[in-house]
């Protein structure tokens, strides 16, 4: 088990989900963000909240839930937390900058 040092901080999830199995995720999506997932043309679109020590932490951890129902799952991420918003692309972070 890896232990992780730090503080939690609450990150603010805005972002848009497409996968494969859209029904199977969405149940998830909620559990895990605990906030509104609605249904959009590519897919799911998502705003919640996630506590992680950092934007990467919460952002890996959601898309790999995610990906443990359905593979071919994409997740387009903003994570926002004290004053700076933090962009990915799957697991890739694309941007930071103040919110």
Same mark, same amino acid.
Do not use: C, H
């Given at each position: 088990m890896?232990? @992780?040092?730090?503080?939690?901080? $609450?990150?603010? $999830?805005?972002?848009?989900?497409?996968? /494969?199995?859209?029904?199977?995720?969405?149940p998830l999506l909620a559990q895990f963000t605990g906030g @509104?997932? *609605?249904? *959009?043309?590519e897919g799911l679109h998502v705003e919640g909240a996630m506590e992680g020590i950092d934007?990467?932490?919460?952002?890996?951890?959601?898309?790999?839930? $995610?990906?443990?129902? /359905?593979?071919? *799952?994409r997740l387009r991420a903003e994570w926002t937390a004290g004053g700076t918003?933090?962009?990915f692309f799957d697991y890739v972070p694309k941007s930071q900058r103040p919110a």
């Open positions: 890896a232990w @992780q040092t730090g503080s939690m901080v $609450l990150f603010r $999830l805005k972002g848009e989900v497409s996968s /494969e199995n859209v029904i199977a995720i969405r @509104q997932v *609605t249904p *959009t043309p934007a990467r932490d919460v952002n890996r951890r959601l898309l790999s839930a $995610l990906r443990r129902v /359905e593979k071919r *799952t918003t933090y962009r």
